[in-house]
């Protein structure tokens, strides 16, 4: 399935490093958001951008940045990064915002922070 | 407390059983409930909308009792390919929206 697509799959990065996630959806949708899944933990809420304008920022730490160029792309820029920021980082679209509308995820980008 | 719980299982049961799963929610802001389904390192994918009336699809229903806010899914005749992790998802409302997923609870369906 090529809906909601995520680059890379796998990242190892130091904690001095800056790297960036890619995502992409190809499902013409309007809204785009970013997860983060841990071990033994719930997906955490990250990120939500609604016709490229973000109305959600869940108390997420200034070393993920996010950015959406138009409502088919999404970045999640990394800098400075810690050991526990190790995790599976969901992108996924959904047509809006709001709370009747089915999220489509993409595939995931499983980040090591070393 | 947490705002949606789940028990985390596993629930190991064989093929044909019928199954169970509960979830709660703590905010009376919740405005809609969703099951979703995540495969072992795969991504979530939605399973079955919730809604007040109750709705089935196939082997699954789904329960929603506002008055005591939990939502369940009942899975009869399970098949060797439900194995997987089972999560609710509740919406909130409260000026805007926001998705808040349980932890999921994981069932094995065994020959």
């Known amino acids: 399935e090529t809906g909601v697509t995520q680059t890379p799959r796998h990242l190892v990065m130091g904690m001095t490093n800056k790297k960036s996630l890619k995502c992409e959806q190809h499902l013409g949708h309007n809204a785009m958001y970013w997860y983060k899944q841990s071990a033994k933990k719930p997906l955490e809420l990250m990120f939500v951008y609604n016709f490229k304008e973000q109305t959600e920022n869940n108390s997420v730490p200034s070393r993920f940045s996010p950015e959406c160029p138009n409502s088919s792309h999404l970045f999640l820029h990394l800098h400075t990064l810690q050991p526990e920021d190790s995790a599976l980082y969901l992108c996924?679209?959904?047509?809006?915002?709001?709370?009747?509308?089915?999220?489509?995820f993409g595939p995931g980008t499983r980040l090591t922070v070393t | 407390r947490k705002e949606v719980e789940q028990d985390p299982g596993p629930f190991n049961v064989p093929e044909g059983a019928t199954v169970a799963f509960n979830c709660t929610y703590s905010n009376s802001a919740s405005q809609s409930f969703f099951w979703y389904r995540q495969d072992c390192r795969k991504e979530p994918k939605l399973l079955m909308s919730v809604y007040s009336s109750g709705n089935e699809d196939g082997r699954f229903t789904a329960q929603l009792n506002r008055a005591s806010q939990y939502i369940s899914l009942l899975i009869r005749d399970s098949k060797l390919s439900d194995s997987a992790t089972y999560l609710c998802v509740v919406v909130l409302n409260t000026g805007g929206f926001k998705t808040i997923f349980g932890a999921g609870t994981r069932l094995f369906v065994k020959a």
């Open positions: 996924a679209s959904s047509q809006h915002s709001g709370s009747d509308y089915e999220q489509y």
